[in-house]
């Protein structure tokens, strides 16, 4: 189970977005994923008439460093660290380290 999942909420930890929140909307692999609205490029692209698509500058996601974001505990208003817990049935759940409430999964 990965501590990290698909449309968790994020606060940016360190670099130039340090602070912003936002939700995951894809992982790469254990070590880098996107945040809508963090890490912006300008990627400069040539047109292709034949395709359709119009040249200039386009401002796009890049991936960061999965340890520079915390997933953003909506009770405390707080980054937080995720830990597991083993219910009583058997199934693995994401909590809160702080408050050790689970996370909505």
Avoid at 75 to 103: C, H, Y
């Amino acid at each position: 189970m990965k501590k990290l999942k698909k449309n968790d909420l994020v606060v940016v930890l360190t670099g130039k977005d340090k602070g912003k929140t936002g939700e995951i909307t894809r992982v790469l692999d254990e070590r880098k994923l996107y945040v809508s609205g963090v890490n912006m490029i300008k990627r400069h692209t040539k047109g292709n008439p034949q395709a359709g698509q119009p040249g200039g500058i386009i401002e796009k996601e890049a991936p960061i460093q999965i340890s520079n974001v915390a997933i953003f505990n909506r009770a405390t208003s707080k980054p937080d660290r995720v830990g597991f817990k083993t219910l009583e049935d058997g199934k693995q759940v994401r909590i809160f380290k702080s408050t050790g409430e689970q996370i909505d999964d």
